[in-house]
């Protein structure tokens, strides 16, 4: 059982990770293209735009705090895996 907690707290950390890179690519510079921000995107969206859909008070205006709404979801989880 561990080894199973242990594996989804990284799995999670990661993914904060790769959130946190692309939002903040996102906001630095919007038009870079590369092949793993195309990845990163495309794991990183569907999350986020259900969270943009569902609470729509997380985008005050030209900010977006879904982003930050994720990241305590998935620490959420990780406390009680």
């Not at 959130?19 to 630095?28: A, E, G, H, N, R």
């Not at 794991?43 to 990241?71: C, H, Y």
């Amino acid at each position: 059982m561990n080894l199973i907690s242990n594996l989804i707290g990284g799995l999670i950390n990661v993914y904060i990770w790769i959130l946190i890179i692309s939002s903040l690519i996102t906001i630095f510079a919007p038009h870079f293209r590369h092949p793993l921000m195309n990845f990163a995107y495309s794991i990183t969206n569907p999350p986020l735009e259900f969270i943009r859909k569902n609470m729509p008070f997380v985008v005050q205006g030209a900010v977006d705090f879904s982003p930050l709404v994720l990241i305590l979801g998935l620490q959420l989880i990780r406390v009680i895996f």
